[in-house]
């Protein structure tokens, strides 16, 4: 029965467990991401942050405290000189676990677990979301601002400019003729000339058939 069970065993006696969590920790620290089982991370996300909680006091007790969980000196360098800076202002939450796929040989759930502030790729990406965020945030109920008002004046001002403008050309138009009714204006008179040069030729034919025919009465 399992009763008043609050943790996994994943299988082994007490101090084979303990001391796999110790090794699994120490490797965590010193190479910022391992990768494991899903339980085994789990169980090993309750070891160590505590740990990591710990090294935000850089005391000889502190550092003495950690050394006995971890049995490692490097790993205990590293944690109080590179990690601790990091963390400082993270109020827990130091691990990050993803699943990545089911192991061959028995199908367990396999994953990578990682300290979150040391995962760069991640990091970027969010700084640039928040830039994006911040850049093109609306609300609804944000107060007015005056550039809509400046651009709406600027606009109808610009509007004003260009109706006087035109009323302008329509006058300067109006009042000097172009080109095209001066010549509709002389094209009467043309016509009038063509009409009295066209008369004259008529009469001084006529005339000279009068004179022949008095001469022929003469000779009679």
Request: glycine share 4%; with cysteine; hydrophobic share 35%.
């Amino acid at each position: 029965m399992r009763h008043g069970k609050k943790f996994n065993h994943l299988g082994r006696k007490k101090g084979h467990r303990e001391a796999m969590l110790s090794n699994m920790a120490a490797s965590l620290l010193t190479h910022k991401r391992i990768f494991t089982t899903t339980a085994k991370a789990k169980a090993l996300r309750v070891y160590v942050e505590p740990l990591i909680t710990k090294s935000k006091d850089n005391t000889t007790h502190s550092r003495r405290v950690v050394f006995g969980y971890l049995q490692s000196k490097d790993a205990v360098n590293e944690l109080f000189t590179t990690i601790a800076p990091k963390v400082a202002d993270r109020p827990g939450g130091y691990t990050r676990i993803l699943k990545t796929h089911n192991r061959l040989g028995d199908n367990a759930d396999m994953c990578m677990m990682e300290l979150v502030d040391f995962n760069e790729a991640m990091l970027e990406a969010k700084s640039t979301k928040v830039k994006a965020k911040s850049g093109s945030k609306r609300t609804r109920r944000g107060k007015k601002t005056d550039k809509p008002v400046e651009a709406a004046v600027a606009t109808e001002t610009a509007s004003a400019e260009d109706a006087t403008s035109v009323v302008e050309e329509a006058v300067v138009v109006e009042e000097t003729p172009t080109s095209k009714d001066k010549s509709t204006e002389k094209a009467p008179k043309n016509e009038a000339k063509a009409e009295v040069a066209d008369k004259k030729p008529a009469a001084k034919k006529k005339a000279p058939a009068k004179k022949a025919a008095s001469k022929k009465e003469d000779k009679k």
